[in-house]
C-alpha cells in the first residue's frame, strides 16, 4: 500500500503562484509514475501533469507553459509550480500514483485525500 498526503494549496489572486507537494509512503518500490490531477466543482476529474522516475514529465494543454512538475526520488516527493494561475484552475488538487505495471489508460492506483486551489479574479 501506498500512503500520498498533499500541501501547498490555498486561495491566490489570478496571475499568483502556489507550489504543491505530494510525498509517498509505504511500499513505494514499485511506484513509476506520479502525478497531479484536478476536479473542479461539477466536473470531471481531469489529469494536469505526470512524471515518471526518469523525469519524463507529460502535461495537459491548458497548463503547459504556466505549470511545471517535478521529482525528487530520494524524498519520495513530487511537486507542482503553479505559475500565472487563473481563476479557471480553482479545483481539488489530487497527487496520484501508479505501479510499473498500470498503464495510463488506467485510472492511477493511488490517490491522496486532495487540496483546494482557489484563485480569485
Known amino acids: 500500500q501506498v500512503h500520498l498526503v498533499e500541501s501547498g494549496g490555498g486561495l491566490v489572486q489570478a496571475g499568483g503562484s502556489l507550489r504543491l507537494s505530494c510525498a509517498a509512503s509505504g511500499s513505494i518500490f514499485s511506484i513509476n509514475a506520479m502525478g497531479w490531477y484536478r476536479q473542479a466543482l461539477g466536473k470531471r476529474r481531469e489529469l494536469v501533469a505526470t512524471i515518471t522516475s526518469g523525469g519524463n514529465t507529460n502535461y495537459a494543454d491548458f497548463v503547459k507553459g504556466r505549470f511545471t512538475i517535478s521529482r525528487d526520488n530520494a524524498k519520495n516527493t513530487v511537486y507542482l509550480q503553479m505559475n500565472s494561475l487563473k481563476p479557471e484552475d480553482t479545483a481539488v488538487y489530487y497527487c496520484?500514483?501508479?505501479?510499473?505495471?498500470?498503464?495510463?489508460?488506467?485510472?492511477?492506483?493511488?490517490w491522496g485525500q486532495g487540496t483546494q486551489v482557489t484563485v480569485s479574479s
Open positions: 496520484s500514483a501508479r505501479h510499473l505495471w498500470t498503464g495510463y489508460s488506467s485510472d492511477p492506483d493511488y
